[in-house]
């Protein structure tokens, strides 16, 4: 099993940043060896894909509506995987979830929920306008 524990979620205004962190332990689990991705849902919306990273870090994925603001990393020696996101939006305002073990499916389907298989509880992020 697989525990995933976000954090740094907040309430800010318009325009000003947050930086989310996802840490990651379990059993069995190497973190090294997973993809990880974040992904948000506002109420009454579906959960859609936010940021992917790949293992090793050197792929990464953004969806349209956060490219140039959000920015994906990740620390292999701490088993955590970070989401900065700056000039933040009230359209951003949703819950924050991070995932890990995609697939097996093409990369070019990171933003599809449904192909990763553990998940946080997630982090609230609120921006008022």
């Known amino acids: 099993q697989v525990q995933l524990v976000e954090s740094g979620g907040g309430s800010v205004q318009a325009g000003g940043s947050l930086r989310l962190s996802c840490a990651a332990s379990?059993?069995?689990?190497?973190?090294?060896?997973?993809?990880l991705g974040w992904f948000r849902q506002a109420p009454g919306k579906e959960r859609e894909g936010v940021a992917a990273?790949?293992?090793?870090?050197?792929?990464?994925a953004y969806a349209d509506s956060v490219k140039g603001r959000f920015t994906i990393s990740r620390d292999n020696a701490k088993s955590t995987v970070f989401l900065q996101i700056n000039s933040l939006k009230p359209e951003d305002t949703a819950m924050y979830y991070c995932?890990?073990?995609?697939?097996?499916?093409?990369?070019?389907?990171?933003?599809?929920?449904?192909?990763?298989?553990?998940w946080g509880q997630g982090t609230q992020v609120t921006v008022s306008s």
């Open positions: 995932a890990t073990v995609f697939g097996p499916s093409q990369w070019t389907q990171w933003y599809r929920w449904n192909l990763w298989r553990f």
């Open positions: 990273i790949s293992s090793g870090g050197g792929t990464t």
């Open positions: 379990g059993s069995g689990y190497s973190f090294s060896r997973y993809s």
